[in-house]
C-alpha cells in the first residue's frame, strides 16, 4: 500500500471511529509471521549503541549487556543528542523553570505561574546554554526533543500560546486566568542542531535564545485535545505520534505534521516510539507491545500478557539499527511485583531480559 493511500485509508478509520466503537486499527496476534513469545532468554545480544536512562540522581549510559557504564551530568529525564562529541559527551535537552509571572484571577493576584525554557546541558561538563527566552512571552513549554533523523538536526517543542491571557496590572505583566480556556497544544521547531550547539560551545559564540516570535513561524497545530504527552516525531518528521492521557484512559494518536491532522488512533496506546527508518512506531498498552506499520496502516502484536510473568508493560524503544526492541513490565512475583526490562528482535520473538535499570530508558542512542 502506497503512502498516500496509507493516508486515506487512515483518515477513513478515524473518521468510522468516531462514529462507532470499533477500533481505529486491527491487529495481528503476535504468533504470526515470527512474532510473538518465545519464552525468556538468558543470552544477552550484543547490539550497537547506548542505552541512556535516568534515576533520582540524573542520566547514565550503559550498553545493552552492562559494560561500558557511565554517569553524566545529564538531567534526569533530559533527551540526549543521538550524535556524541569529544569525550563521548552529548548535549541533552532539558525544560526547567527561567522565571515566574503573577497569575490574576477575580481582580486580584492568586499566585505565581513558573515560567519554563528549554536548555541544552552538556554531559561531561555540566555546561548549560539557554535556547529560548519565553519568560512572560507568552509561550509556555511542556516538552523537547531532538529530531530523530540521526544527526539530531532540530529541535521538536511541545507549547501552549498563553499570550492572550496576559495583561497589564500595576505596571506589570500578569496572567489573567478568571475565563481563561487551554488552547490546543501546537509543535514548534527550533532550528538548532546538536552540532552547532557543540560548535557554539567550544567557540564560546553562543546565539541569543530564541523568542516567541521566532518560534512560531515554525506553527505547526497539532491537536484540538488537551493533557497530550510524549510527543515522537518520524526521522524524515512528516509523521507525528503523541499520548492522550485523560485520567487512566490513554491512547496514541498519529497526526500530519505539515497539517495537524489525525491519521490514525492505537486504542489503549502509550510511550510511542519512531524506528530509524519511520516505517513502523512501537508503543504499549497494559497487555500488549505492539508495532504499527506507516505502510500498511496496521498494528501487530509483538509481546502479550503473561501470567505471573510479564504485563502492564511501557516505554518500549527502538536500537539504532531498528533490528532490536526494549521495553518494561511488570512480573508478579506472588504479593509483589518487580519492575523489569526485556528485549525483543524487532519482528517480537527471541525475549531476553536485562538490566531492570533499563525500565527508565529515555533513548537508545548511536555509539
Do not use: C
Not at 52 to 69: H, M, Q, R, W, Y
Not at 123 to 133: A, F, M, P, V, Y
Not at 149 to 167: H, P, R
Not at 197 to 215: F, N, Y
Amino acid at each position: 500500500m502506497s503512502f498516500e493511500k496509507w493516508m486515506t485509508w487512515a483518515l477513513v478509520v478515524v473518521l468510522t471511529a468516531a462514529m462507532s466503537t470499533a477500533s481505529a486499527k486491527k491487529r495481528g496476534n503476535g504468533n504470526e509471521g515470527g512474532g510473538g513469545d518465545d519464552g525468556g532468554g538468558t543470552t544477552v545480544p550484543i547490539v550497537p549503541g547506548e542505552i541512556v536512562f535516568s534515576d533520582a540522581v540524573g542520566s547514565i549510559e550503559i550498553k545493552l549487556d552492562g559494560t561500558n557504564e557511565q554517569p553524566n551530568l545529564g538531567p534526569s529525564g533530559a533527551d540526549p543528542s543521538n550524535l556524541s562529541f569529544a569525550g563521548g559527551g552529548r548535549w541533552y535537552l532539558t525544560v526547567k523553570v527561567s522565571g515566574t509571572i503573577p497569575e490574576f484571577n477575580e481582580g486580584e493576584i492568586v499566585g505565581t505561574l513558573q515560567w519554563q525554557d528549554v536548555f541544552a546541558v552538556n554531559s561531561l561538563t555540566g555546561e548549560e546554554i539557554q535556547l529560548t527566552d519565553l519568560s512572560a512571552d507568552g509561550l509556555y513549554v511542556y516538552e523537547a526533543k531532538w529530531s530523530r533523523d540521526g544527526n539530531d538536526s532540530e529541535i521538536y517543542l511541545v507549547t501552549e500560546d498563553v499570550s492572550a491571557a496576559l495583561i497589564l496590572f500595576d505596571g506589570e505583566v500578569v496572567l489573567e486566568t478568571t475565563d481563561y480556556t487551554n488552547v490546543p497544544p501546537v509543535l514548534l521547531t527550533l532550528d538548532v542542531s546538536a552540532l552547532e550547539i557543540d560548535v557554539a560551545s567550544k567557540t564560546m559564540q553562543i546565539p541569543a535564545p530564541a523568542t516567541r516570535l521566532e518560534l512560531l513561524a515554525s506553527n505547526h497545530a497539532v491537536s484540538q485535545v488537551e493533557r497530550v504527552r510524549d510527543f515522537a516525531v518520524s526521522p524524515d518528521g512528516t509523521l507525528g505520534a503523541y499520548e492522550l492521557e485523560d485520567f487512566i484512559i490513554r491512547d496514541v494518536f498519529i497526526f500530519d505534521v505539515a497539517t495537524g491532522a489525525t491519521l490514525a488512533i492505537l486504542d489503549g496506546g502509550r510511550d510511542p516510539s519512531w524506528s530509524p527508518d519511520g516505517s513502523k512506531l512501537v508503543f504499549a498498552t497494559r497487555t500488549t507491545v505492539e508495532v504499527f506499520d506507516t505502510e500498511t496502516g496496521l498494528a501487530t502484536v509483538l509481546q502479550s500478557e503473561i501470567k505471573r510473568e510479564q504485563s502492564n508493560f511501557w516505554n518500549p524503544e527502538f536500537s539504532p539499527d531498528g533490528n532490536y526492541i526494549l521495553y518494561s513490565s511488570q512480573h508478579p512475583q506472588g504479593k509483589d511485583i518487580s519492575f523489569e526490562a526485556q528485549v525483543i528482535n524487532a519482528d517480537g520473538s527471541q525475549r531476553v531480559e536485562v538490566d531492570s535499570r533499563f525500565r527508565g530508558t529515555v533513548r537508545w542512542v548511536a555509539d
